[in-house]
């Protein structure tokens, strides 16, 4: 038998002389059971939102981008893709020509992220399910059509349901600029507008999406692209990801960077990542705050039982036996709290992944408020309460073990 472990659990539930004891020992644990549920929730909350992000992301980025190292465009034509063709984890390969260019629509300028797109794109782009106006289409015959974001659709006036085309314009890259016209070293094409998408705020207000064709006659070229664009198939692996991604950076060598979502948005990904953690720090200073009562609850028991303390050392008790008893009765305060309080996290948390009970306030892309429950955030949680715990209840029992000699 553990004797401290023992005493120390018959002092936990123990009546006690003074009944403040008990009431501030019961504050003290609804505290920390309070602290580590809403830890709990709030990062389930934050995971939510958190993928949330990375899904409207994913329906814009590929799971791996192929980009030149040097310079803006180049051609696919390496054996390298060969491979990546057979590969049973790749989806879908597709080939873009994207530049930022200014365009015309009824009167209005701006511009905008003119993104050219192959067939494949244009049969299995993700934003098919984001139309929210008009249809995903590229080609209507041979007239080129253009699928809009809904922000700049709504900056520039344009409608699906009108038929004035976009025009495109960009300067030329082979004719020289003449000064006393320069209108004329501008080169620009049409699309007629198709449908509205959106997605998010950033993508919503730049992108246009056009056939590659169009804008390889507004850039002069032939066969170059910007960027070839990787999906995967639905439900891969990160592991076999990150294969597909090691060995085709080896087969296309030095010349070509393969990015993956991270790298493409890093900044993005680090930001959410600090927020997480800055969020967990908060929430963890807010618990040793609470802890605190801890402290006071246990250095008052202590002085209670300054005649069991007596009887122990009569009884051949250790200083050390001693200083164990009342650390693990102080500890066992933070983990009665921490139980409680994880179980009431996690179980808030399933339940509101099942019913959507919390609902998001105003128009939002979700009815309910998004969770997602992380098992290694409730083990860093639960990790970081009881470390909170034990070194609160370490901290009276030092103090007055050199006061008392306990």
Known sequence: MNLPLFIAGRYLFAKKSHNVINIISAISAAGMAIGTAALIIILSVYNGFDSLVRSMLGNVEPDLLVTPAEGKVFVPGDEAYGWLYDQESVATICT????????????????????????????????????????????????????????????????????????????????????????????????YPSGLFSVNNDVDDELL????????????????????????????????????????????????????????????????RYEKISIYLILLFVIIIIAFNIFGSLSMLIIEKRGDIGTFFSMGATASLVRRIFILEGWLISLSGLVCGIAAGVGFVLFQQATGLIRMPGNFIVQAYPVILSWTDVLVTAAGVALIGYVIAVLPVLAFSRKYSV
């Open 96 to 191: 873009v020509l994207q530049e930022n260019v200014f365009i015309s629509y009824d009167g209005r300028q701006g511009v905008a992220l003119a993104k050219g797109v192959d067939s494949i794109y244009e049969e299995e782009s993700p934003l098919r399910d984001h139309i929210r106006s008009g249809d995903f289409l590229l080609h209507r015959g041979d007239v080129p059509l253009a699928v809009v974001g809904a922000g700049l659709a709504y900056r520039m006036g344009i409608n699906p349901r009108f038929v004035a085309p976009i025009e495109i314009w960009f300067p030329s890259r082979t004719a020289p600029v003449s000064m006393s016209n320069p209108a004329a070293s501008l080169r620009s094409v049409n699309a």
């Open 209 to 272: 999406v056009v056939p590659i064709e169009l804008m390889r006659a507004l850039l002069e070229y032939t066969d170059e692209v910007s960027s070839v664009e990787v999906r995967m198939v639905p439900g891969t692996s990160p592991r076999e990801l990150q294969r597909i991604q090691k060995e085709l950076s080896v087969r296309l060598g030095p010349g070509f960077t393969v990015s993956d979502r991270f790298r493409q948005n890093e900044s993005l990904y680090k930001m959410m």
